[in-house]
């Protein structure tokens, strides 16, 4: 299998990493993976000559261009895992600017004549993982993702892996993520059950 894991983690040792790569390690290292450090891209926020060459060339469904790096790895990945720190409610702004660098028409989606988006992408699986200070009661990053997966790429199962609590007074850090590492062993036993 494919695994694109795509990493929006900023400290060294961030339990939301830390949590994806012990999922990684219970998949097996019979995978190829791929990994994408956001905060070591760089990627820029679209700026408007990019954005209309990067729409002409998508329309003409010419994706040699680097500018469509990100995006086909995306849409050829068969597994996809994020792993996303719980900020302001929704997650670090590199994921958006991830987000934006991906979502290429004709690539990763492309409209039918109503108006639906179609999904073009291979993977089948987005596992998005969050550790949050507080609880997790608004969440407008996992629905987001999850919403944009199944409408507009074609992802059909979305997993959410969340450890919450983890800045409060008195915090059982370790208990907390003993926990989300016990539902991704109970996923990733699923996961290879279906490959
Ligand atoms: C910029 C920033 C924004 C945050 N926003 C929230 C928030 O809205 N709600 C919350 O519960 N925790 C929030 N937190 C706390 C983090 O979610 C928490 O520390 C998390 O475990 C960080 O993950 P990491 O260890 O992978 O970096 C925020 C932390 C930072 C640095």
């Not at 998508?58 to 990100?70: G, K, Q």
């Not at 997650?91 to 660098?101: D, G, N, T």
């Not at 409408?151 to 450890?163: E, L, M, P």
Request: overall charge negative; aromatic content about 10%.
């Amino acid at each position: 299998m494919n695994i694109l894991y795509v990493d929006a983690s900023l400290y060294e040792d961030s339990r939301t990493k830390g949590l994806a790569e012990y999922m990684l390690s219970k998949l097996g290292n019979e995978h190829n993976v791929k990994k994408i450090k956001l905060t070591e891209e760089n990627i820029p926020p679209l700026d408007i000559e990019t954005l209309i060459r990067r729409t002409n060339l998508a329309d003409e469904m010419n994706f040699d261009d680097p500018v469509f790096y990100y995006a086909k790895d995306y849409t050829n990945a068969d597994m996809i895992l994020i792993a996303a720190p719980f900020w302001d409610l929704s997650f670090p702004a590199v994921l958006k600017l991830y987000i934006e660098a991906i979502n290429i028409p004709n690539l990763v989606f492309k409209y039918d004549e109503e108006g639906n988006a179609i999904g073009l992408c291979q993977a089948d699986r987005i596992v998005y993982i969050t550790t949050a200070g507080g609880k997790i009661d608004n969440e407008y990053g996992y629905e987001y993702i999850k919403t944009l997966a199944k409408k507009y790429h074609g992802i059909k199962h979305c997993d959410k892996i969340q450890a919450e609590n983890l800045d409060i007074i008195n915090a059982k850090v370790e208990e907390e993520l003993a926990k989300a590492r016990k539902k991704i062993d109970n996923l990733v036993e699923n996961i290879k059950k279906n490959i």
